[in-house]
């Protein structure tokens, strides 16, 4: 017996810096992580996207390792500057061609493309020209998403403005640790998030206007969810205030702030009020703009911590115990995270839902009989899925999975420390192994989610 519905679709992602290499290939402009690689001291060991898992040149390849663990769906970003190499003008009809073939091997291997337009390669040429904060940027990038869905909209159906707005604002604007490595006031950093989700409210409207068929177009937020520690009504309500507040510590990284606009057009006012006059400067009609309606929401939601009801309700955050399971990353294994993180933004926003990205990083390495044993991924992943199914069972519209990520491949500041793929890339030789999550993973989707349940 299993909660997922028939049309659940079964997939895995990845993003273009992170695995196609050839950076300086067939015509492609830099990207402010091109640049940022070079700067030393910024990426773990000195490490770069320059070859990656070379999946520019290995597709065909990759695409065979999709069909082989029976992905019915597979999310992969586009680099703007391999299609526009100075962000905006002439188009590289070679970069976009890398795409369309691409898109052709997805179709006929029966994998369906899951466009996401911007996963943090943003051009450096436009980065010389104020990036984000300068206004123009929600332009710059509507007009990119136009020239994509024109070439590719005849066979992409579902599409994503951006990924994880708050990640590439936050770090690679206030904090520095992402590209371009600015640490900026916050008066800039909510400029440069107002422009971002303007774009992303641009971007939707050329989507629409450009595909040549019916489309579904959402974004790829991140969320935290908030844990209530035990399911009294009180923790409950206190666990999906503290999703839902835009407080001082983690202003930034608040999901109101980001979410409220997109869905409600509108900042939330506790936000508001705490940024005071570092708000966002917004001109008439932004709002309106970011607000367009959205097919679906898609979240990457990997870890969450434990919230309990205070006096009068307030909520308490609640420490993982010592010794609490962690994966190589140091992140905490939350698997509840994918019951009330789903089921407190469906509650709030009433959007149909992905999961777009989620995984774990773990120490995989080729076994002496050649096989990549990962059995933390099998067990991180089931309780994860199993919790999703919990939120199918209550009412959650939950149309799909996309599992993080299809290889290991670079993790941006930890260079390729981290592995978060089902297949394992030997970066000398860039041989491909399937870990045996991907055969686990395989059997789930086979049996759509009915093996989650074997043994239990
Ligand atoms: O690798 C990243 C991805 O690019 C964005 N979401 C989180 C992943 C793991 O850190």
Redesign the pocket.
Same mark, same amino acid.
């Given at each position: 017996m299993t909660h997922f519905p028939p049309s659940f679709v079964w997939g895995a992602?990845a *993003?273009s810096y992170?695995i196609e290499g050839a950076a300086t290939e067939d015509g492609k402009g830099p990207s402010i992580w091109d640049m940022l690689c070079r700067k030393p001291g910024a990426i773990w060991e000195g490490h770069s996207g320059d070859v990656a898992c070379d999946h520019y040149h290995r597709y065909p390849e990759d695409v065979a390792l999709m069909r082989k663990i029976g992905l019915q769906a597979y999310r992969f970003s586009i680099s703007w500057p391999r299609v526009l190499p100075d962000g905006v003008g002439k188009v590289n009809p070679a970069g976009l061609g890398f795409y369309d073939r691409l898109v052709d091997s997805l179709l006929e291997a029966g994998v369906a493309p899951y466009a996401t337009l911007f996963? !943090?390669d943003f051009p450096y040429a436009l980065y010389c020209r104020g990036g984000w904060l300068n206004r123009d940027s929600a332009d710059w990038f509507a007009d990119y998403a136009r020239v994509v869905v024109e070439a590719l909209g005849d066979r992409v159906r579902d599409w994503m403005t951006l @990924? $994880?707005i708050r990640?590439f604002v936050g770090m690679g604007h206030l904090d520095g640790e992402h590209a371009p490595g600015d640490k900026l006031g916050m008066p800039e950093v909510l400029r440069v998030g107002h422009h971002a989700m303007l774009a992303h409210g641009k971007a939707v409207q050329a989507i629409r206007a450009a595909s040549p068929g019916p489309c579904r177009v959402g974004w790829a937020p991140?969320t935290f969810p908030m844990i209530p520690v035990t399911e009294s009504p009180e923790d409950i309500a206190a666990a999906r205030m503290a999703m839902f507040s835009v407080v001082e510590e983690f202003a930034i990284w608040s999901n109101t702030w980001w979410l409220d606009p997109v869905f409600f057009g509108r900042y939330p006012e506790d936000g508001l009020r705490l940024f005071g006059a570092a708000a966002p400067p917004i001109q008439p009609g932004d709002m309106e703009t970011i607000a367009q309606p959205l097919d679906f929401c898609g979240f @990457?939601i990997?870890q969450g911590s434990g919230v309990q009801a205070g006096p009068q309700g307030y909520p308490i955050s609640v420490p993982h115990p010592v010794g609490y399971p962690k994966t190589s =990353?140091n992140w905490p294994v939350t698997p509840e995270v994918l019951y009330w993180g789903p089921r407190f933004m469906y509650e709030r926003y009433g959007v149909p839902l992905f999961i777009t990205?989620n995984?774990l *990083?773990n120490a995989d390495w080729v076994s002496l009989d050649g096989a990549v044993h990962d059995p933390q991924r099998i067990d991180f992943t089931r309780r994860y899925l199993l919790a999703l199914e919990r939120a199918i069972a209550d009412g959650v519209d939950m149309r799909g999975y996309f599992h !993080?990520?299809l290889m290991d491949?670079f $993790? !941006?500041a @930890?260079g390729y420390r981290?592995r =978060?793929g089902l297949v394992f890339v030997d970066y000398a030789t860039q041989q491909r192994v399937l870990k045996d999550s991907a055969r686990w993973y395989a059997e789930v989707i086979a049996s759509n989610g009915a093996k989650l349940h074997e043994g239990l």
């Open positions: 992602a *993003a992170q996963h !943090w @990924n $994880e990640v991140t @990457n990997y =990353f990205e995984g *990083a !993080w990520s491949n $993790e !941006w @930890n981290e =978060f």
